[in-house]
């Protein structure tokens, strides 16, 4: 729609948002990756770090935290930033599979290159396979935004064990640090966790005691084959340990014990550590990462959660209707005293979602549609406005 082809000057790297210089990080942290691989005549090894690359960063994470960005009307600096990278990542992933799925990368290289004209070549085996780019590698940053994926991931899991929709905001989560410059790293992405959570606040804990309780018990097949006979007696050990003791396995990776006078070591894979729920929190653990959840939902959050299931079920009906990105709405609801008092609270930030010029309550509607808003039910008409 909005006729990119890459004709604009290249933005510098230290221009572009956050999130645009880690996936560029990213991108050239793979094409090192893929050339050790392929130097090595390791094929599934190069094919399936992209994988990871175009499942985990460039999909699931990066496009998605985006949308906005593609979709705004605005064709400023901000969006041709983020069509520059989404091209740069799509026409070097292809360069990098062509030698393992040559057909496919091909057709879209060449639909790449048709619209940009950046490359003098006619097909994607005529093009110079990557070079890293060293300068546009922040390990740092990748580091940070891995963390963010990762609290993003426990947090979601947390809400679907509790059956708490991700449109439902919740007040607060709870993250213990090991150490100050993981707080640091944190902080940093701390607005970006916020919103793909939907939780208002993160608190961070340097001493975690008394408040989160967690267990340890040995992971039997990492630790089995190395200890041997030492097995059995390295288990009780663990099981042995207190809170204390597991803090220290978090932070540094590692924990010793002195078996008869032999000091053995076990490391952070060879254990599987848990944590307890505390009334009224949920929490969760992987690796060195942990989160409590906050899951008490007070009255304004439940009526923040109902306006944001409203605007879902009008963006849905706007698809349904066919209705143009930037058609102008309006609303007609019929009279719900459960619902009113939740959307007229938040009739602005609603409006400003669906486009709407106005929402407006009636007695009675013959032909409207009926929805569902947090197993409430609402009939409601949606109008083009010309």
Wanted: proline content about 4%; aromatic content about 8%; charged content about 25%.
């Amino acid at each position: 729609m909005d006729g990119f082809s890459f004709s604009e000057p290249y933005i510098p790297l230290a221009e572009r948002p956050e999130i645009d210089r880690w996936i560029l990080s990213a991108l050239n942290t793979l094409i090192k990756n893929v050339t050790i691989a392929m130097d090595d005549y390791e094929p599934t090894i190069a094919g399936r770090a992209i994988e990871q690359f175009v499942d985990e960063y460039l999909s699931n994470w990066y496009v998605r935290l985006c949308r906005r960005r593609f979709w705004k009307g605005e064709y400023e600096q901000d969006k041709i930033s983020a069509y520059q990278t989404l091209y740069e990542c799509l026409e070097t992933v292809v360069k990098l599979i062509a030698p393992i799925s040559p057909f496919f990368s091909d057709a879209i290289f060449t639909n790449l290159n048709n619209t940009s004209q950046k490359e003098n070549v006619d097909s994607v085996h005529l093009a110079a396979f990557p070079r890293a780019n060293e300068e546009a590698i922040d390990t740092a940053l990748e580091e940070r935004m891995q963390l963010a994926q990762d609290v993003s991931s426990l947090v979601l899991s947390l809400r679907k064990k509790i059956n708490i929709k991700v449109r439902q905001p919740l007040q607060k989560v709870l993250i213990p640090v090991l150490n100050p410059a993981m707080q640091v790293q944190l902080q940093k992405v701390e607005d970006l966790i916020k919103a793909e959570v939907n939780v208002k606040e993160i608190e961070y804990l340097t001493d975690t005691e008394g408040i989160i309780n967690k267990k340890v018990k040995p992971n039997f097949k990492a630790l089995g084959a190395r200890l041997g006979a030492n097995m059995k007696a390295v288990a009780n050990l663990i099981s042995k340990m207190n809170q204390h003791d597991i803090a220290a396995l978090e932070q540094n990776g590692q924990f010793s014990f002195d078996l008869k006078g032999e000091l053995i070591t076990i490391t952070l894979p060879e254990v599987e550590i848990t944590a307890e729920d505390i009334p009224g929190w949920s929490v969760a653990t992987k690796g060195n990462i942990t989160v409590a959840l906050d899951i008490t939902i007070t009255d304004d959050l439940r009526h923040e959660g109902d306006a944001r299931e409203f605007i879902n079920r009008i963006q849905n009906l706007r698809k349904d209707k066919d209705f143009e990105l930037t058609d102008r709405l309006s609303v007609y609801i019929v009279e719900n005293e459960k619902l009113k008092k939740s959307l007229n609270q938040f009739k602005n930030y609603i409006c400003a979602e669906i486009l709407a010029d106005s929402i407006d309550w009636v007695p009675e509607i013959h032909d409207g549609i009926n929805i569902d808003i947090n197993d409430t039910p609402l009939k409601i008409n949606v109008i083009k406005n010309t």
